[in-house]
C-alpha cells in the first residue's frame, strides 16, 4: 500500500480541466515543500512536471500547475488534450526514514 | 540530450545477483546526487537508494527494504551509476528506474528530475 492516496483514475474531455488529488500526512506532504508530480507514458520515463509544490521545470506547459492545502497536494491539469492521457505519480520527502513516499498513481483519460 | 538509460535487467534465479547500469549523458555527472527507484506490477513507485556526490564523500542511503542486498555505486569517468542487487527475491521483480537529482538540501535530494526508461528485472526459477 503506497503511502500518499491518490484516486485511481480521473477523466475528462478535451478542453476541461481535472484535478488530481495527493493525501498524505504532516510527515511528507503537509511537513515540507518538496512534492513533485510525475507524468508517466508507460513505457516511457517518468517526466517530472511540478517540484516543490507549485514550480514547473522548464519547458512543461503552463496547463499543468500545482497547489496544496494541509496535507493533500493537488495536481490541476487545464485545457486536457489528448497528449495529457498518461498516469501521473505524486511524491513527497518524508522524515521517516524512508525518505520519499509516492502514490499509487492516477490514470488520467481524455474522453 | 540530457538522458540517462538503465541497462543489465533480465531474468534471473532467487537468490542470484544481477547489477544494474545507468549511464549518464549531457550534463556533467559528476555534479549530481544519483537515485534508483523500482515499480513493481500494480504497485506505485518505491525509492530503493541514492548515491551523494564526490563532494558528499559518495556517500549513500537506503530504502529498508533493500538495505543490505543492494548497493548502490557510481564511476564519474564513465558516467554511471550502478546498483548491484544480491539475493534476490521473487518481490524484488519490478521495473528499475534510475534518476538524476537536481536540487540538494542538506544532503538530501528533493527533486529527481531526469529518469530513464527503466530496466525490467524477473526473478523466478
Known amino acids: 500500500q503506497s503511502a500518499l492516496t491518490q484516486p485511481a483514475s480521473v477523466s475528462g474531455s478535451p478542453g476541461q480541466s481535472i484535478t488530481i488529488s495527493c493525501t498524505g500526512t504532516?510527515?511528507?506532504?503537509?511537513?515540507?515543500?518538496?512534492v513533485s508530480w510525475y507524468q508517466h507514458h508507460p513505457g516511457k520515463a517518468p517526466k517530472l512536471i511540478i517540484f516543490?509544490?507549485?514550480n514547473r521545470p522548464s519547458g512543461v506547459s503552463d496547463r499543468f500547475s500545482g497547489s496544496r492545502s494541509g496535507d493533500t497536494a493537488s495536481l490541476t491539469i487545464s485545457g486536457l488534450q489528448a497528449e495529457d492521457e498518461a498516469d501521473y505519480y505524486c511524491s513527497s520527502y518524508t522524515s521517516t526514514s524512508t525518505y520519499y513516499v509516492f502514490g499509487i498513481g492516477t490514470k488520467v483519460t481524455v474522453l | 540530450e540530457v538522458q540517462v538509460v538503465e541497462s543489465g535487467g533480465g531474468l534471473v534465479q532467487p537468490g542470484r545477483s544481477l547489477r544494474l547500469s545507468c549511464t549518464a549523458s549531457?550534463?556533467?555527472?559528476?555534479?549530481?546526487?544519483m537515485s534508483w527507484f523500482r515499480q513493481a506490477p500494480g504497485k506505485g513507485l518505491e525509492w530503493l537508494a541514492f548515491?551523494?556526490?564526490?563532494?558528499?564523500?559518495?556517500?549513500?542511503e537506503y530504502a529498508a527494504s533493500v538495505k543490505g542486498r543492494f548497493t548502490i555505486s557510481r564511476d564519474d569517468s564513465k558516467s554511471i551509476v550502478y546498483l548491484q542487487m544480491n539475493s534476490l527475491r521473487a518481490e524484488d521483480a519490478a521495473v528499475y528506474y534510475c534518476?538524476?537529482?537536481?536540487?540538494?538540501?542538506?544532503?538530501?535530494?528533493?527533486?529527481?528530475?531526469?529518469w530513464g526508461q527503466g530496466a525490467v528485472v524477473t526473478v523466478s526459477s
Open positions: 548515491i551523494r556526490t564526490e563532494v558528499y564523500g559518495e556517500t549513500t
Open positions: 516543490d509544490v507549485n
Open positions: 504532516s510527515s511528507d506532504v503537509g511537513g515540507y515543500n518538496f
Open positions: 534518476a538524476r537529482g537536481s536540487t540538494m538540501i542538506r544532503g538530501v535530494i528533493t527533486t529527481f528530475d531526469i
Open positions: 549531457g550534463f556533467t555527472f559528476g555534479d549530481f546526487a
